[in-house]
């Protein structure tokens, strides 16, 4: 991408207004409609609600870390900040579709870069049955939670739960389980892209769950549906030197 034209967002903190103020000070800038590439300035957080902002249009996305985790982010310079968006490499991601019904009869719809994760509202543990693509593979998971995470997403919450860390580009899915009680041995599944995972609340009343998806939560849940949404793409863009599937290998070798 040659002389792209920009523009900046930041998330809210002082940090992240100061150095767009700078940032603007010095480069000239478009409006976030109308350009080719939007820095987002922030954490982690803020470029998945930037991301989600940006289906309509397909901008690719380019952080530069103003926050505290940051591994989808590059790190923060403010030279010849034009170069390295031209030179910058593009990562494409397919979001989690999720479909919920609740227990007052509505059906919901989110979206999910990270990941879909169910948890129980209340001091009972939640009862849960799994279908994978039609199919029952657990009638019963007692347990915390469960959820299903994007390649992008597997480290990320589905890490700290003990999932697997899944390769940028594999058409995987990530299927883990949160404090499983029964079955007790059971570490979750690597399942392919293509999968319908259906999670069935077996007492909703009386163990009440919620549904996530990035930013959108849903309380006292009964069915939960979750797909790769594969029509739509949405775009990060990354320094050569801190490619995001290096960053997801690295990861893997981390003490």
Known sequence: MSDPSFAF??????????????LEARYPTVA???????????????????????PERGTPIYGMNCGT????MNHYDEEDLPRRLGRA?????????????NLAGETLEALAINEVSLLRQSRQAAKLRLRIDGVV?????????????TPAGSTAYNLSAH????????????????????PRRWRGALLPNTTRVVIEVL??????VSATADFTEVRDVVRV?????????????FDPEHALEERIIKEQFLP
């Open 9 to 22: 967002v930041a998330s809210d903190t002082r940090e992240a207004h100061e150095a767009r103020a700078r």
């Open 32 to 54: 976030p409609e109308a350009a080719d590439v939007v820095v987002a300035l922030g954490g982690d957080g803020f470029v998945l609600e930037t991301l989600h902002h940006a």
């Open 69 to 72: 985790v940051g591994f989808l």
């Open 89 to 101: 490499e593009k990562v494409t991601l397919h979001p989690l579709a999720m479909i919920v019904q």
């Open 137 to 149: 593979r657990l009638e019963e998971l007692i347990c915390d939670g469960v959820l299903v995470a």
């Open 163 to 182: 999932g697997p860390i899944v390769p940028i580009g594999a058409p995987l899915l990530a299927l883990t389980p949160i404090s499983a009680f029964r």
């Open 203 to 208: 007492d909703p009343v009386k163990r009440p």
């Open 225 to 237: 549906e979750v797909r790769e949404d594969a029509a739509t793409s949405l775009h990060l863009l």
